[in-house]
């Protein structure tokens, strides 16, 4: 019997450090952090050494457009695991990283099936992870858009075996179990999904979101 493996569970648009705890106690491997400027959920590299130190989980760092030079500075210092890039950034840029011993993913937001298609041929292999979000004429990210799951999951095989994907974009406890179902995603990624106002968790809504995408049998 093939049985799929369970996702790994990403919170992100972490602004306080209680939020941060909840997110390891109730089982999630990554914390994410907003590092482009001007966001509702946006924190300094200060702020993350301090609401992730000594914490069981790996730092996301969320960038939209830095320079390759930003990156590296702002991924030593808040000693980050992940780069996730959110903006026009180039596969060139990803390889650059990657060897500086970066994870990078790189977010894409398709409106149909054939733009998954197309970001996967241009993506894959050149970075650790492909993240889907939902598109929306306001912002990067963090809208709670969905992207188009039926689709994206019947071109699932596009993106090769090497190159993970990551589920965000409009998902919350309530519908998280089936994007798991449709999507077989590595990582399901949670910010306004968990949220009782931008960048405040709550906390239960957390708990019920990384049950229902990791059931225990």
Known sequence: MNIQALP???ICGL?????AETAVGAGASYLGFILAPGG????SVATIIE??????ARRVGVFVDASGDELRRAGEAARLDVLQLHGDETPELAADLRSLGFTVWKAVRPRTGAEFEAAAGRWSGAVD??????????AHGGTGARFPWAEVAALRAALDGGTRLVAAGGLRPGNVAEAVRLLRPDVVDVSSGVESAPGVKDAEAIRTFVAAARPRS
Do not use: F, I, Y
Not at 40 to 43: A, G, K, L, M
Not at 129 to 138: F, M, N, V
């Open 51 to 56: 609401l992730a130190g000594g914490l069981d």
């Open 129 to 138: 992870a492909l993240l889907l979000d939902g598109w929306s004429p306001d």
């Open 40 to 43: 509702r959920r946006t924190v």
């Open 8 to 10: 790994e569970v990403k």
């Open 15 to 19: 602004t306080r450090r209680a939020d």
